[in-house]
């Protein structure tokens, strides 16, 4: 006996002791139901134990981990907007008509300082004027005919004799000249000569070109224009209001006798 183990399960008083056990049923009734009872009968025990304990344990501890669960869930708190709404009624509506909006400035028109015209001394000779045509007979013979005659036909007849026309010459021996020279003449142009408004306001200028005739006489007659300028037909008008007004100039003579004599005027509009 003394060869057996001693612990607590094996002890030859314990009953389950799993030598005793053996010895007892070595080769006879090991069938039986008291030798599997006893067989296992530590193995169950221990494992009733183990069983027992850890329910006891955990109903000591569950407590514990409920309260624990508890304190580790943190309370979120949510602001809330408590701010008191005012719910007194909106006040009325204005239905008066609000006042009209100030009238915009009155537009300012671009004006350009007047600057009496210029007349410029030298006379433009850029976009000559047609010349001057003369006269031709027709004829049976061609020949030179004298310059300022007039010519009588021989024949005589019972028609109407038309009168013929005066010629008018562009070059004489003797040019037409304004009173006092041509340097009275542009004094009396600046005098008289005034910018058109509409032209000046709208920054219109140029150079007028004019025509006239200075018959025998001396007087200015056929006054019209050569060329204006573009957009401004009152500085047309206001040339040839400024040439009709010229008093009588000194007719121009060709081969010593009073001829009419067509003359060119460029007058220039100036703004400065």
Not at 154 to 170: L, M, R, S, W, Y
Request: overall charge negative; aromatic content about 6%.
């Amino acid at each position: 006996m003394a060869q057996h183990d001693s612990t607590l399960f094996n002890k030859w008083d314990n009953v389950v002791s799993s030598v005793r056990n053996e010895i007892v049923f070595e080769s006879r009734n090991k069938e039986y139901g008291a030798y599997q009872i006893r067989r296992e009968y530590n193995r169950v025990l221990v494992l009733a134990l183990l069983s027992t304990c850890t329910a006891i344990l955990l109903i000591a501890i569950t407590p514990k981990i409920i309260e624990l669960i508890k304190n580790t869930s943190q309370e979120v708190v949510v602001p809330v907007d408590i701010t008191p709404v005012d719910l007194t009624a909106p006040p009325p509506i204005d239905e008066t008509e609000p006042p009209p909006p100030p009238p915009p400035p009155p537009p300012v028109m671009e004006t350009v300082k007047f600057t009496p015209p210029v007349v410029v001394d030298e006379e433009v000779v850029d976009d000559p004027p047609p010349p001057q045509e003369t006269e031709v007979q027709v004829s049976t013979v061609t020949q030179e005919g004298t310059d300022g005659d007039i010519i009588i036909p021989d024949e005589k007849g019972t028609g109407v004799v038309e009168a013929v026309a005066e010629e008018v010459f562009t070059v004489v021996e003797q040019m037409p000249e304004f009173p006092g020279g041509m340097a009275e003449m542009y004094k009396f142009i600046n005098k008289n000569m005034q910018y058109p408004q509409i032209e000046k306001e709208n920054g219109i200028s140029g150079t007028v070109y004019v025509t006239f005739v200075v018959d025998k006489a001396g007087n200015i007659n056929d006054v019209k224009t050569l060329r204006g300028v573009a957009g401004g037909p009152n500085l047309e008008k206001e040339a040839l209001r400024v040439v009709k007004m010229m008093p009588p100039w000194k007719s121009g003579k060709q081969n010593g006798r009073e001829v009419s004599v067509q003359f060119n005027l460029p007058i220039k509009f100036v703004l400065k």
